[in-house]
C-alpha cells in the first residue's frame, strides 16, 4: 500500500516545505531574525517553545536548510542537547561542520580550550540550532555561544520556565531579550491537514478514508508525532491483515500502538540519572515527595544536590514520565511510565 514510508517516518525530516501544514507564518517569523543576522544587523537569539510534537524540530531543521539554500557561504548546525548534553559533547558537535574533528581521546581537553577552539574556528557566520536547550549540562554555554559575534542561536525546548529557573538574574534579562515563538497544541482540523499532506505524498489516497483520518486526529491530543506516528501502525497492520483501505476501527489500537512506541523511544534517551529516578519513581509505586526521592536516590546510587534531582524530575514531567501534584511542600511525584528496574541498565 505504501508508496514512500518514509513520509510516516517521525524522526525523518521531509524534503518538501510544502508538507509543513499552518506553521507558515512561524517559519517566516523564525527565518527573518536569522536573514536580519546575516545581512549585517546584530540581532539575538530565537526560542522556540511548545509542547511536544507541536512542531519545533522540524521548524527549526527547516530555518537552518532554508538559509543555507539561500547562502551556502553560511555554516549552519543542527544539536540535540538531549543525545549530546556534556560541554564536550556539545563543541564536538559545533566544531564538526566546520571540519575540526575532536577525537575521543581529546577527553582530557578543558571546557576552556574547546570554546576557544570554536571561537578560533568560527570566521563565517554560523546558525547553530540548539534543540531540547534545556537538557545541557551547563546551560552557561548558551550564553558564550550567544555572545559570539558570528554566532546565532536558535533554541528549542518543551517550556521556558525550566530554562529561566537555571538562570541567574542578569542572564534571565538577556535571554529575554530574544525572540521568543511559542507553538500550541495542534487543532484537530490542523492535525487532519498534516495527515493529508502525508497521505498525498507517501500512500494510495484510496487507501485512507477521511474517516480514519479524522478519527486519528481526533485521539492524537493535538501532538502531531502521535498523529503520524498513528497512521504508520494503522498501514502496517492493514498490510499484515492484507487489508487494502485503512479502517476506522483499527484506529484506536493504532494509537495505543503509536503512544507505547513513542514512549520507548523517549526512554531510550534518557541520561542515566534520569533513568535511575524513574526506576525509583516508579518502584515507589505512588505518590512521593522531594524528600524521599532524595533520600532513595543518594542511598541507592550516589550523592547529588536537590537542585540536580529537580533538574532531572522536570525532564521527566515533560516528557510525560513523571507527573506531578500539589504545592511547594506538598508537592508529590509519581511514575508515569514503568520501568523494569531488572532490565534497564541503571
Ligand atoms: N506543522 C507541521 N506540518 C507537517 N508536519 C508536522 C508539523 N508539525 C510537526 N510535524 C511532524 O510531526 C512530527 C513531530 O514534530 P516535531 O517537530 O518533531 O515536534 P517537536 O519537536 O515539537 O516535538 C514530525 O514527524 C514532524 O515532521
Ligand atoms: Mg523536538
Known sequence: METDARVLDTQHVPQHEDILVARSDELTALTQPVRD???????????????????????SKFVIERVWKEDPAVETAYVDCWEHHSTHALY????????????LDERGVSKIQLRERFRQAVDDPYVVVLDELVQLDDLREFFTLYGMENVFVIGACNDSDDLLARMDAAEQSRFRGGRHIELNRYADAELCEILRKRVQYGLDPAAVPDAVIERIA??????????????????REAGRQNESVLSVESVPAAIDDAEVTIRQRSLSKLKRRQRRLLTLLSEFGGWAAMSDIEDAFI????????????????????????????????????????????????
Open 299 to 346: 542511598e541507592r546510587y550516589e550523592p547529588v544536590s536537590r537542585e540536580t534531582i529537580r533538574k532531572h524530575l522536570r525532564a521527566l514531567i515533560h516528557y510525560n514520565h513523571v507527573e506531578e501534584k500539589g504545592k511547594k511542600r506538598w508537592k508529590r511525584y509519581r511514575a508515569v511510565t514503568e520501568v523494569d528496574a531488572s532490565r534497564s541498565v541503571v
Open 218 to 235: 481526533a485521539g492524537a491530543g493535538g501532538d502531531a508525532r502521535v498523529a503520524i506516528e498513528s497512521l504508520y501502525k494503522a498501514v
Open 92 to 103: 564536538r558537535e559545533l566544531l564538526r561542520p566546520l571540519g575540526e574533528h575532536v577525537t
Open 37 to 59: 543576522f546575516l545581512s549585517g544587523f546584530p540581532d539575538t537569539h530565537v526560542l522556540i517553545t511548545g509542547p511536544t510534537g507541536t512542531g519545533k524540530t522540524l521548524l
